[in-house]
């Protein structure tokens, strides 16, 4: 061979191991970046706990005027529960068999118990806006005594209007002492 074609010789074989050489080496691996552990970020907010909930019976008057009809309701737990029912009796009922007995504008003040005795407080709308008729101011006192002695640290309910006691409220009943639960007017299933 000569001398020329040596070296010519000697670079095709280096070029030829060079390229036997990649051909069976193993592919690299490509790894991604280091990434520490997630820890919790302060701008993420945890998940709300779920809300507590009671329930509360409150009474409703059937559409004859005749019973009233105990509704149960699940609202988020508070730490007034009887004043949350008697504001419930402001609402309207969830069922369409039921009709509402307190008059509309009619808000509750306040609700204290004191010696087992609730202390409910209206404001003047009670009076002013009530339509009036024995039947009304019964199942209307009712619902609001049969509701809040549904608590069993309320035995006995005085009806306020503007932080007084009242004789009556139409006319029909006395009002002016605190009332006991009456079953007599629950309709039975």
């Known amino acids: 061979m000569s001398r020329k074609a040596v070296p010519f010789f000697l670079i ?43 329930r509360l019976t409150v009474y ?6 005749m ?22 009796l402001l609402a309207d009922p969830k069922s369409r068999d039921l009709v509402r ?16 005795i609730a202390y409910v407080d209206f404001n003047d709308k009670l009076i002013k806006n009530n339509a009036g008729g024995s039947a009304t101011e019964l199942l209307t006192v009712g619902a609001i005594v049969n ?4 608590f069993p640290e309320i035995q006995k ?13 139409s006319g029909h009943m006395d009002v002016s002492h605190p009332l006991s639960r009456s079953e007599k007017i629950i309709k039975k299933p």
């Open 101 to 116: 007995v307190l008059p509309p504008g009619t808000k509750v003040r306040s609700l204290t118990v004191k010696d087992h």
């Open 60 to 65: 409703h008057a059937t559409k004859d005027a």
């Open 12 to 54: 095709l074989l280096l070029l030829a191991l060079l390229a036997i050489g990649c051909a069976t080496s193993t592919p690299a691996t490509v790894q991604p970046p280091y990434q520490p552990p997630k820890t919790s970020d302060a701008t993420e907010a945890p998940a709300p706990p779920a809300q507590e909930t009671m």
């Open 147 to 150: 509701t809040l002695t549904e």
């Open 157 to 169: 309910v005085q009806i306020l209007v503007e932080g007084q006691k009242v004789e009556t409220l």
């Open 67 to 88: 019973y009233l009809v105990p509704e149960v309701h699940v609202v988020p737990k508070n730490n007034h529960p009887a004043q949350t029912a008697a504001e419930l």
